[in-house]
């Protein structure tokens, strides 16, 4: 393996990298229809009018931090 400028080979670097990649897959293998229910699920509905007017408030905010700039 090739000597970085540092002094170190990179090799914890590049293990730590496949074991991270391990794990990711291993998650993805593993999470179900079932998990991204549960994450997804609503017990009750959201308001339209509740968003847009969140949304709106937002916008309005982030406009006048604009003009002030």
Do not use: C, W
């Not at 079932?34 to 847009?52: F, N, S």
Request: no cysteine; aromatic share 6%; hydrophobic share 30%.
């Amino acid at each position: 393996m090739a000597v970085r400028k540092n002094g170190h080979s990179g090799s914890k670097a590049g293990k730590k990298t496949v074991d991270l990649k391990a794990q990711y897959a291993k998650y993805r293998r593993e999470f179900t229809a079932a998990d991204l229910q549960r994450y997804t699920e609503t017990d009750e509905g959201i308001p339209a009018e509740k968003v847009l007017a969140q949304l709106e408030s937002i916008h309005q905010r982030e406009t006048r931090k604009r003009k002030k700039a």
